[in-house]
Antibody, heavy 119, light 112 residues
Framework: EVQLVESGGGLVKPGGSLRLSCAGSGFTVNDVWMNWVRQAPGKGLEWVGRIKSRTAGGTTDYTAPVRGRFTISREASKNTLYLQMDSLHTEDTAVYYC??????????WGQGTLVTVSS | DIVMTQSPLSLPVISGEPASISCRSSQSLLDRHGYNYLAWYLQKPGQSPQLLIYWGSNRASGVPDRVSGSGSGSDFTLQISRVEAEDVGVYYCMQALELPITFGQGTRLEIK
């Protein structure tokens, strides 16, 4: 059974950094396309970025508001996906979900981790 | 960016009655191979989103057959033939044809 468990959220000041983790089980993180999606309090879903599978080149893509500040990576030995978030803004406050991508859709989602950027 | 527009944004439905949600995209989501890069999700209260439909009309694993997706190009519909209590939540459409991936604003379904 595929499971995704996010961690690493918390309260951080504007300009600060945070690294989110998404531990996978039941599949190999390197072998699938993985995405991060966020949801600001009371708002809709917003795509953050993705990393392609190793066989597809392992490249990353980001939405414009986070490009240059956020970095997606993987650690095969831990079967874990990461989202490194630097230079955080108050508008980055959201629940962050990781999700597997297949057939151009997101079949498996984690439970989400809350990031609050506030002074 | 491709803009996704859902309607209605709020949908009160009597239990056992049908429901329909529209999703329109600012450009066609149909690729040259005949796939519509359109998915539907349901986010139940307090939960993560769950996949309902991929490629416009394919039901995801475990989704009941009273839920269906239709449409092509830039005009899509999610239909529930008989609404049940477990269908309550916010429905989102999503396009994956081009980056950035974009979602509709969401449609909140409630039991009247």
């Amino acid at each position: 059974e595929v499971q995704l468990v996010e961690s690493g959220g918390g309260l951080v000041k504007p300009g600060g950094s945070l690294r989110l983790s998404c531990a996978g089980s039941g599949f190999t993180v390197n072998d699938v396309w993985m995405n991060w999606v966020r949801q600001a309090p009371g708002k809709g879903l917003e795509w953050v970025g993705r990393i392609k599978s190793r066989t597809a080149g392992g490249t990353t893509d980001y939405t414009a508001p986070v490009r240059g500040r956020f970095t997606i990576s993987r650690e095969a030995s831990k079967n874990t996906l990461y989202l490194q978030m630097d230079s955080l803004h108050t508008e980055d406050t959201a629940v962050y979900y990781c999700a597997t991508e297949d057939r151009s859709s997101y079949e498996h989602w984690g439970q989400g981790t809350l990031v609050t950027v506030s002074s | 960016d491709i803009v996704m527009t859902q309607s209605p944004l709020s949908l009160p439905v009597i239990s056992g009655e049908p429901a329909s949600i529209s999703c329109r995209s600012s450009q066609s989501l149909l690729d040259r191979h005949g796939y519509n890069y359109l998915a539907w999700y349901l986010q139940k209260p307090g939960q993560s989103p769950q996949l309902l439909i991929y490629w416009g009309s394919n039901r995801a694993s475990g989704v009941p057959d009273r839920v269906s997706g239709s449409g092509s190009g830039s005009d899509f519909t999610l239909q529930i033939s008989r609404v049940e209590a477990e269908d309550v939540g916010v429905y989102y459409c999503m396009q994956a044809l081009e980056l950035p991936i974009t979602f509709g604003q969401g449609t909140r379904l409630e039991i009247k």
